[in-house]
């Protein structure tokens, strides 16, 4: 849809478009709409807001000359279109105007994402409050299916676990595993990577994930709340938002590693705390730090560092970053890592079209039924994992 309007718009980036998204959807806060200013002093002052609460405030203040002319001529019920990447995503209805306080910038929910650029986390001097109406809305449909699996399913128990799943490998399978094993419902929060940490785009390791519910795991089990349009998730930077989001959606346990980053893991008479022990006891959420997972080649399988009894030296290592590079060369990894047929999805997708003839390659080197069979890249990189785990001759 295009504006009809461009006198009665505000032009916002993909950071602003995420926190409406997440904001009229109540990730943050039962509260969902674009705050007034008597609302703001109150979080200001208390870190509260009717009770629940509150690391940040709504405060919307649009960078630009344009932008800002169009809020000061706003009235109240006013519709104002919200135009993101050339297309009106939604509109705001207008509350009230009022100044910004640039002072409390930092507390502002569209400025809280630290690895934004400077450019992009700017504020006017005018802000807007009232009621958002975002089109195309996919996290409403997730958090309908979430309200409809408890309820049919009667469950009780639902854990949450936070993934950049980039690239999704043997240790958060075991995490999941372990996850569902305590659970009757678990929410796999798939957050968008940072800047150059992304490899795969959003929908690859959606599907991903997808494929591996469909194929690995009980399906009525797990439900992928995708957070595609928002950065204020990305790498693990926020985990104060990561408590607040799955306990708006319905969690009772956030599983985090000990090593995610920004939860402060500190010891006091040998017990472990994290920075995040506050909204522990807010928000009522179990909040589990598990140990690192790694191959032992001793033990011969995937174990937490605080059970095998072997050194260092003996530990493969899930390292992301590793992983990525020898996909990124076009390699596979090892089986031990990820599995054959994950490592061949994702190479198919980074490298389309790589082999001149891929039928003549995957004749010369598989053996078939007898038959001509069409095959695809994906599923010469399987049968090829296949060659390399043959043991006979080495």
């Not at 009230?96 to 502002?108: P, Y």
């Not at 995937?302 to 390699?331: E, F, M, N, R, W």
Request: proline share 4%.
């Amino acid at each position: 849809m295009t504006s009809s309007r461009k006198n009665n718009a505000v032009w916002i980036n993909d950071e602003a478009f995420g926190a409406l998204d997440l904001i009229e959807n109540q990730i943050f806060s039962k509260f969902n709409r674009l705050m007034n200013e008597k609302e703001a002093n109150e979080i200001y002052e208390t870190g509260f807001l009717a009770g629940e609460p509150m690391p940040y405030t709504f405060v919307f203040a649009p960078h630009g000359k344009r932008n800002q002319e169009t809020i000061k001529n706003a009235s109240k019920g006013d519709h104002i279109e919200l135009i993101n990447g050339g297309k009106v995503v939604g509109y705001i209805e207008v509350g009230e105007v009022f100044k910004f306080n640039a002072e409390k910038s930092s507390q502002d929910i569209f400025r809280a994402n630290e690895a934004a650029p400077a450019q992009q986390s700017q504020s006017g001097e005018l802000a807007v409050s009232g009621e958002i109406k975002i089109y195309d809305d996919k996290l409403a449909e997730v958090r309908k299916l979430i309200e409809e699996v408890k309820r049919e399913q009667n469950v009780r128990k639902i854990s949450a676990i936070m993934l950049t799943a980039e690239p999704f490998n043997r240790a958060h399978e075991r995490l999941i595993r372990m996850t569902i094993d305590s659970s009757d419902l678990v929410l796999l929060f798939l957050l968008k990577s940072h800047g150059a940490d992304e490899m795969m785009s959003f929908s690859l390791k959606k599907s991903v994930l997808e494929y591996f519910i469909q194929n690995y795991v009980p399906k009525n089990r797990l439900i992928i709340v995708p957070f595609e349009n928002s950065n204020l998730f990305s790498s693990h930077l926020n985990p104060t938002l990561e408590c607040i989001a799955a306990h708006r959606l319905g969690a009772h346990k956030l599983i985090v590693g000990q090593n995610h980053a920004g939860i402060g893991m500190f010891y006091d008479h040998n017990v472990a705390h994290t920075v995040l022990e506050r909204y522990k006891n807010d928000l009522n959420l179990d909040i589990v730090v598990l140990p690192e997972l790694v191959y032992c080649d001793e033990c011969k399988t995937l174990v937490s560092t605080k059970t095998c009894p072997h050194g260092q030296h003996h530990h493969i290592k899930y390292h992301a970053q590793t992983l990525k590079t020898l996909l990124l060369a076009g390699i596979l990894p090892p089986a031990i890592l990820m599995r054959r047929d994950i490592s061949a999805m994702i190479l198919s997708e980074l490298f389309p079209n790589r082999f001149e003839n891929i039928q003549k390659l995957c004749d010369d080197l598989f053996p078939s039924n007898g038959l001509l069979e069409k095959q695809t890249e994906r599923e010469f990189y399987e049968n090829l994992m296949k060659l390399y785990q043959t043991t006979s001759l080495t």
